[in-house]
């Protein structure tokens, strides 16, 4: 056989050839896996204006986000998926309506996700919370029971207080307790994942969080390397883009003269936002509020969240299908208590023996009908509106007529479970509206999960103020 000789001067001019894509190739490895900068937050993030900062990103997980964000690709489409693969099974998949007579306070798996037990009512024990400390009561019992090592929660980052979260990892009780209080702007829960991954003194985890960071946390979970991870969630719906906008809207839109002094808000099912401060606790009818106050003050993200209830945690807790006493205060208030699976089970019946949480009832209930005040809903949203060409009023409803209505609809509407059903309705559909509206019919329905379209299309079969926004929208898309 006879041997050819290489030229060096031949070597040199392939290795010139083969290394700058090999340079290429590490440079892109090694850039895929860097996390982003968040004060390039949203433009530099993969779903920009779309990007709910669920802190996934700023992680050396960003190279998985095409596969775990709930705004990219399938979106929340994939809920459908990874439902089974986290509670063993899907969800049954009817829905509740009224025309099919059906006791209202039914709790359907089609609208609420897998359920192991009824939703049931409860409360904390915690003071300082911004409801009863539900929430806190279960992660500090984990800790306590020895369920898991630490809890991923969500603190208050300092200076802009409630309105600036920060996540922590938590190892005590007096660690968890930094977490009370909901936080109205968007939190970068995920962002401690790297920490996560690289200390081995972490084998089971808790993480608390709201429906697409626990989304993004299910899609990467096997690559942390724990033993157990348990999530507990909350119900979310339109949440501020930063705390700057969340201080915006009490001190603009509710009209709160110290916005500094306030520890948490939310809008209730009596129809008003209440506000809970250092001394004092006021209610605002949704109807006083200034339209024009929405668009700034709602992250661009949580109009295109399908999973307000929050599908893949293991337990969750949320307020919208519990009963609001006359004259209530969130922090007197029971909250919904949704068990999902035997993990989410274990957190709760843990958390009550070590008395840090009451059931007060086992099994919420519920009374009216929802879809019709769903849809008009829709149709006065200002999102909506903004959409189909129509003008945003400046100035909300004068105080006692705006009283009238939200006592009005607070008798004659939906209570309960049957409230819980008007609120996840009137989202679902505001958002198809929306996502149509930004990416057209067949990317929106793509990233929606199977109860969502399956909603959108009763709707449009039996709500014809819905069937005439509708059209409207998909002809302005096309």
């Not at 009824?118 to 369920?147: D, F, H, M, N, S």
């Not at 009818?285 to 945690?313: K, R």
Request: glycine share 10%; net charge neutral.
């Amino acid at each position: 056989m006879t041997l050819t000789r290489v030229k060096p001067a031949s070597i040199f001019r392939f290795l010139a050839l083969l290394l700058p894509p090999i340079a290429v190739a590490l440079s892109a490895s090694t850039s895929a896996s860097t996390p982003i900068d968040p004060s390039g937050w949203p433009s530099r993030f993969p779903a920009k204006d779309h990007c709910s900062k669920c802190g996934l990103c700023e992680t050396t997980f960003v190279s998985k986000v095409t596969e775990a964000c709930a705004f990219l690709g399938d979106g929340m489409g994939r809920i459908d998926v990874l439902e089974s693969e986290v509670h063993g099974r899907r969800r049954r998949e009817e829905l509740v309506w009224s025309k099919n007579n059906v006791d209202p306070s039914n709790q359907e798996e089609g609208r609420f996700g897998v359920l192991e037990r009824p939703i049931a009512l409860a409360r904390g024990r915690e003071k300082g919370a911004q409801w009863t400390g539900v929430v806190t009561g279960i992660a500090a019992a984990a800790l306590e029971g020895g369920l898991v090592d630490a809890v991923v929660c969500v603190a208050d980052g300092g200076e802009e207080g409630f309105a600036d979260p920060f996540p922590i990892i938590a190892r005590t009780v007096e660690d968890v307790m930094k977490g009370r209080g909901v936080k109205p702007s968007l939190s970068p829960s995920l962002r401690v994942l790297d920490e996560v991954r690289s200390d081995p003194s972490i084998r089971r985890l808790l993480f608390c969080g709201v429906g697409c960071a626990v989304q993004a946390l299910r899609s990467v979970e096997e690559e942390l390397g724990l033993d157990e991870l348990l999530v507990l969630g909350t119900n979310c719906a339109d949440n501020s883009p930063t705390p700057e906008a969340a201080k915006n809207f009490l001190d603009a839109g509710v009209g709160v003269e110290d916005v500094n002094t306030v520890k948490g808000y939310e809008f209730m099912q009596d129809f008003s936002v209440h506000v809970k401060m250092d001394s004092d606790y006021t209610k605002t009818p949704y109807f006083c509020l200034p339209g024009t106050v929405a668009a700034p003050s709602i992250a661009t993200s949580c109009l295109a969240c399908f999973d307000y209830i929050n599908s893949l945690a293991d337990v969750v807790v949320g307020y919208m299908g519990a009963p609001l006493p006359k004259g209530g205060r969130m922090d007197l208030a029971d909250q919904t208590l949704t068990i999902r699976n035997a993990k989410g089970a274990s957190l709760v019946d843990n958390a009550i023996a070590r008395g840090r949480l009451d059931i007060k009832n086992p099994s919420a209930g519920g009374s009216g009908k929802h879809e019709k005040l769903a849809s008009a809903t829709v149709a006065k949203d200002s999102a909506v509106v903004a959409i189909t060409g129509g003008k945003i009023p400046e100035k909300g409803m004068p105080r006692l007529a705006g009283e009238v209505m939200a006592t009005v609809l607070g008798g004659l509407g939906p209570k309960g479970i049957a409230f819980a059903r008007y609120s996840l309705d009137y989202h679902v559909l505001r958002n198809y509206l929306h996502t149509v509206n930004e990416w057209g019919e067949k990317t929106a329905t793509r990233r929606m999960p199977k109860y969502a379209r399956d909603m959108i299309e009763e709707y449009t079969q039996s709500d014809e103020q819905f069937r005439v926004i509708r059209e409207a929208v998909l002809a302005k898309s096309k």
